[in-house]
């Protein structure tokens, strides 16, 4: 079945055509009008209430359709079982001009207990685990940086040590940043003292003047300096939240550059923000946020603070399992979603899956069973279902399509 999706406006979304959304949806439906001065930051492909698909010749509502009792079959026995009559996950593209908060989702117990306790802030009770596939070179922040990194910053950057508060804190990270186990404990005081020196009332000038006097100076470096602290990201990233916290961030936490059709994934905990870039994105239906930096938003420092994983490494790209010639999937460890890539040069037969899908056609357009889908083109598939797929692009077509992982 083939589905209408949402686009969501938020305002750090590619503008335009420039968006990957904007040219999905213009290819599949030539009627919908682009307008240049709006953002696409996402296309929903799901049943979250906040940007429901329907299907298209019915108009009924995904999330009305598989909740039919006299529809479990779609789902499939698996899903059923474990979710009940529910889709498990959601599906989006994500268009992304100016960076997303820094942010971390809590694991699931976390997260119903939060919910419990805040119902306002923690509007669910569920976790948010998120596999993020480029498709154009997408750039983002994940988890924190080796020690040695981190200390590195912290002994070139004086602006972001005066922010730290306590300076015993900073030199006890420094002195401790070699052994392992202490400098996880040393790096959590460190950035809780910066964090709440940070968001503490009447502090915010002290802040925007630090930012300011470290911009001076980094426009004063040599190149070779200016590289070496990543000066053009951090002036993009001022010029878009002037005064924020959240820019100093980039000395914390790995600052990565995924090459399309490589992947990140991000279990409870991890401390990340997508900064540039196209991709899709798979995640649990969840609306669990809990935010640092480059935002408006409520930042609820305290939880953060606890829950964030102090883990400190280099970060390493989420590797796909290749499952015949056409197919890679993406197997996170957890059972609400995987990500197939499907790359279409003939004729193929999907393999079959015990879980309900959806599917989105990226580049290229293809004869699935006996109908032509143009790039954009979403479908919502039931589980067990065989699909025979055919290339009619010159050079492939280009699927991904998320599943239940059961
Ligand atoms: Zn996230």
Redesign the pocket.
């Known amino acids: 079945m083939e589905l209408e999706c949402a686009a969501q406006h938020y305002d750090w979304g590619k503008k335009g055509m420039t968006s990957s959304v904007a040219q999905l949806i213009k290819s599949s439906s030539p009627e919908v009008k682009i307008d240049d001065d709006k953002p696409y930051a996402e296309l929903w492909m799901g049943t979250h209430p906040n940007g429901p698909s329907f299907i298209k010749t019915t108009k009924e509502s995904l999330a009305e359709f598989v909740s039919k009792e006299s529809n479990s079959h779609i789902l499939g026995d698996k899903v059923t079982e474990i979710f009940g009559n529910t889709l498990p996950f959601l599906f989006k593209v994500l268009s992304v001009d100016k960076a997303?908060s820094i942010?971390?989702?809590p694991a699931k117990d976390h997260a119903a207990e939060l919910h419990k306790l805040f119902p306002a802030i923690y509007k669910d009770p569920n976790h948010?685990p998120?596999l993020a596939i480029a498709l154009t070179p997408f750039q983002a922040l994940c988890g924190f940086r080796p020690t040695q990194e981190i200390c590195y910053h912290l002994k070139s950057i004086p602006e972001l040590v005066a922010l730290c508060g306590d300076q015993d804190v900073v030199n006890d990270f420094l002195n401790h940043c070699q052994d392992n186990d202490d400098a996880k404990t040393h790096l959590k005081k460190c950035f809780k003292a910066l964090l709440t020196y940070a968001t503490t009332d009447g502090n915010s000038n002290i802040v925007a003047q630090q930012l300011s006097n470290f911009l001076n100076r980094l426009s004063q470096m040599d190149n070779d300096s200016r590289e070496k602290l990543n000066g053009n990201l951090f002036e993009r990233l001022h010029k878009d939240f002037p005064g924020d916290i959240g820019c100093f961030g980039i000395y914390f936490f790995n600052y990565i550059t995924l090459e399309p059709g490589e992947a990140l994934y991000?279990g409870p905990n991890v401390p990340?923000?997508?900064l540039f870039g196209d991709c899709i994105e798979c995640?649990a239906c969840s609306d669990n946020?809990v935010r640092a930096g480059l935002t408006p938003k409520f930042k609820d420092v305290p939880t953060l603070i606890e829950m964030l994983s102090y883990e400190s490494q280099s970060y390493d790209k989420f590797k796909p399992e290749r499952l015949n010639e056409f197919t890679e999937t993406f197997k996170p460890p957890i059972k609400d979603f995987a990500v197939n890539k499907i790359e279409v040069t003939g004729s193929c037969n999907f393999i079959p899956v015990n879980s309900p899908s959806i599917l989105i056609i990226i580049h290229g357009s293809a004869k699935i069973t006996d109908k032509v889908y143009r790039r954009g083109s979403v479908l919502f598939i039931a589980a067990n279902v065989e699909l025979t797929v055919t290339n009619l692009d010159e050079d492939k077509t280009l699927i991904f399509q998320a599943c239940a992982n059961v």
Do not use: D, G, N, R
């Open positions: 997303l942010q971390a989702h948010k998120e991000l990340h923000a997508y995640m946020v």
